[in-house]
């Protein structure tokens, strides 16, 4: 983003964050679904590393958000070692856009297609680094309401960001 005179580094992020929005909604194509989860840069890790305590702490639901608590889960031991399928405790939008963040930024992610048409995601965050850490978020979405979701978390940083001195 070249311009004339100097930008702070906010205002650059949150023109990158508005431009990112713009592209989100006006292109439809055969890539879509790849320029979506492409575009997390600017409408999910930015917002989620630069400004993490001003992320919401209201729960997500699907009117809003696009995500149901009921749609996630965490995978933990049970006393045989064994996985088995458990509701998180935290449903705020903070806790799960730090999830989806990881899950993108890690490349922990998988989409499934009707045969023509990528059509859902299923996002999932481990608890360390290593392949064989235990699963603590799995989440599987649909685009729409993925795409939903990203779009309203960096729109609702924005105006957040426009209210701070």
């Given at each position: 983003?070249?311009?004339?005179?100097?930008?702070?580094?906010?205002?650059?992020?949150?023109?990158?964050?508005?431009?990112?929005?713009?592209?989100?909604?006006?292109?439809?194509?055969?890539?879509?679904?790849?320029?979506?989860?492409?575009?997390?840069?600017?409408?999910?890790?930015?917002?989620?590393?630069?400004?993490?305590?001003?992320?919401?702490?209201?729960?997500?639901?699907?009117?809003?958000?696009?995500?149901?608590?009921?749609?996630l889960c965490k995978?933990?031991?049970?006393?045989?070692?064994?996985?088995?399928?458990?509701?998180?405790?935290?449903?705020?939008?903070?806790?799960?856009?730090?999830?989806?963040?990881?899950?993108?930024?890690?490349?922990?992610?998988?989409?499934?297609?009707?045969?023509?048409?990528?059509?859902?995601?299923?996002?999932?965050?481990?608890?360390?680094?290593?392949?064989?850490?235990?699963?603590?978020?799995?989440?599987?979405?649909?685009?729409?309401?993925?795409?939903?979701?990203?779009?309203?978390?960096?729109?609702?940083?924005?105006?957040?960001?426009?209210?701070?001195?």
């Amino acid at each position: 983003m070249e311009r004339k005179g100097h930008m702070t580094e906010e205002n650059t992020l949150r023109e990158l964050i508005q431009r990112t929005q713009a592209i989100v909604r006006e292109y439809n194509g055969d890539t879509d679904t790849t320029l979506l989860i492409n575009c997390c840069v600017g409408l999910l890790i930015i917002p989620k590393e630069k400004w993490f305590n001003f992320l919401p702490k209201e729960n997500v639901n699907n009117e809003c958000w696009g995500i149901s608590p009921t749609g996630l889960c965490k995978k933990s031991k049970n006393r045989r070692n064994s996985d088995f399928d458990t509701i998180p405790n935290d449903y705020s939008v903070k806790n799960v856009a730090t999830h989806i963040r990881n899950a993108i930024a890690h490349a922990r992610f998988m989409t499934m297609s009707d045969g023509e048409n990528i059509v859902r995601i299923n996002l999932y965050d481990k608890n360390g680094k290593k392949e064989i850490a235990p699963t603590n978020f799995q989440l599987e979405i649909s685009v729409e309401n993925f795409k939903k979701f990203v779009l309203k978390l960096s729109q609702t940083m924005l105006d957040t960001m426009e209210q701070q001195p």
